[in-house]
């Protein structure tokens, strides 16, 4: 695989929730992170996302909020 982000974490694919026309998929980073992303049905059966698959978390972000309680 070859792409210009430089944030991108590989990990494993923990959860795999489909619902009418998105998903939700929850990859497991290590030390406790988890990330989770929607996106179409279509593009998990293209790349055949399965738990326990090796995933990479791309993220591209023109936007950072950060809030504290």
Known sequence: ?????????????????????TA???IDLGDGL????????????ELGLAVGGDAYAVIKASDVMVAVD
Request: hydrophobic share 40%.
């Open 24 to 26: 939700h998929v929850r």
């Open 1 to 21: 695989m070859k792409i210009s982000a430089r944030n991108r974490f590989k990990g494993k694919v923990i959860e795999v929730t489909k619902g009418a026309t």
């Open 34 to 45: 988890v990330v989770t992303s929607s996106i179409t049905n279509e593009a998990v059966d």
